[in-house]
Structure formats: structure tokens, C-alpha cells
Nanobody
Framework: QVQLVESGGGLVQAGASLRLSCAAS????????LGWFRQDPGKEREFVAA????????YYADSVKGRFTVSRENNKRTVYLQMNSLKSEDTAVYYCAARRSPIGDLMAGAFSYWGQGTQVTVSS
């Protein structure tokens, strides 16, 4: 079973960049399909980005395509989310998630393991 810990959130101005990291312990990291999600209070957790076991396939929500980049370093057991050109609507708690199967929906319910989240606040 994998445990996930996010870091790198903070308060930035619109147009700035942030890089989130998610460090994993336990489990065979390279075998997991990984995702990033975000959630505003009172809203459902929404998909942001995902990456397959070797980084060869990546997936993005339309709202972040072209601005965010997901990557992973299996030797460091870490997945990243590089966020550029941040907007106020990107403000949310960002969560890292993992599942064993590379096949499935890109929805929160399809992921088995979750981190505790890191707050990203973008001021306009």
C-alpha cells in the first residue's frame, strides 16, 4: 500500500508558477498510475492531470491544458505538477492520488490512495 505526501503549495499572484511535489512511501511506486486532483470548499474533487507508470502517457483537464505539466521520477518515488500562468480559478486544495490499474476513469472515485492535500491560493 502506498502513502502519499504533497508539498509545494502556497500563495502566489496570478501569472506566477508553482511546482507541487508528491512523495510516496510503501508499495512499488513505478507500478502506480498517478493523478492530481483539486477541490474547492463545497465543490466536488475534480481531475487535473494524470500520468502512467513511465511518464509515457499524460492526461490533462481542459482547464489546465497548456499551463500545467505532470511528470514523475520513479527513482525518487515522486510525482510533480508544474503549474504555470496560474489564475485565480486555480485556487484549491490539490491532492495527489494513486491506483494500481492504468485503465479506468479519470475521476476521483477511480483512485484508491490519496495524500492529505496542499493549499494553492492564487490572488488576482
Amino acid at each position: 500500500q502506498v502513502q502519499l505526501v504533497e508539498s509545494g503549495g502556497g500563495l502566489v499572484q496570478a501569472g506566477a508558477s508553482l511546482r507541487l511535489s508528491c512523495a510516496a512511501s510503501g508499495g512499488t511506486f513505478s507500478s502506480y498510475f498517478l493523478g492530481w486532483f483539486r477541490q474547492d470548499p463545497g465543490k466536488e474533487r475534480e481531475f487535473v492531470a494524470a500520468i502512467n507508470w513511465n511518464g509515457g502517457s499524460t492526461y490533462y483537464a481542459d482547464s489546465v491544458k497548456g499551463r500545467f505539466t505532470v511528470s514523475r521520477e520513479n527513482n525518487k518515488r515522486t510525482v510533480y505538477l508544474q503549474m504555470n500562468s496560474l489564475k485565480s480559478e486555480d485556487t484549491a486544495v490539490y491532492y495527489c492520488a494513486a491506483r494500481r490499474s492504468p485503465i479506468g476513469d479519470l475521476m476521483a472515485g477511480a483512485f484508491s490512495y490519496w495524500g492529505q492535500g496542499t493549499q494553492v491560493t492564487v490572488s488576482s
